[in-house]
Nanobody, 127 residues
Framework: QVQLVESGGGLVQAGSSLRLSCAAS????????MGWFRQAPGKEREFVAV????????YYADSVKGRFTISRDYAKNTVYLQMNSLKPEDTAVYYC????????????????????WGQGTQITVSS
């Protein structure tokens, strides 16, 4: 059973930085894609970034490119999302997601293509 646990959310001012962590357990993740999505109140869940556990290929949403960086730590089985230059529009619940079979070129932005999800962590960016 795959488990994903996010941490690192909070309340920050615009322009600040935060780093989210997603601790993964339950199996080895060599063939997995690990991603981050976010959902603001009244909005659909939105793709943020994704990384292949092996190989390290990454993809980003246009809205976060140049500000957010996704990375992984093999030893800790953890995926990170470093968020810089935060804006009020980044306010949302951020979710970690994982899947062993997803075709990232085609399906990376589709939440229903990911089998495993964390419980989410709130980020609030004040102006």
């Amino acid at each position: 059973q795959v488990q994903l646990v996010e941490s690192g959310g909070g309340l920050v001012q615009a322009g600040s930085s935060l780093r989210l962590s997603c601790a993964a357990s339950g199996r080895t993740f060599g063939d997995y894609a690990m991603g981050w999505f976010r959902q603001a109140p009244g909005k659909e869940r939105e793709f943020v970034a994704v990384i292949y556990w092996s190989g390290g290929i990454t993809y980003y949403a246009d809205s976060v490119k140049g500000r957010f960086t996704i990375s992984r730590d093999y030893a800790k089985n953890t995926v990170y999302l470093q968020m810089n230059s935060l804006k009020p529009e980044d306010t949302a619940v951020y979710y970690c997601a994982a899947d062993p079979r997803i075709n990232l070129r085609v399906d990376r932005e589709r939440p229903y293509k990911y089998d495993y999800w964390g419980q989410g962590t709130q980020i609030t960016v004040s102006s």
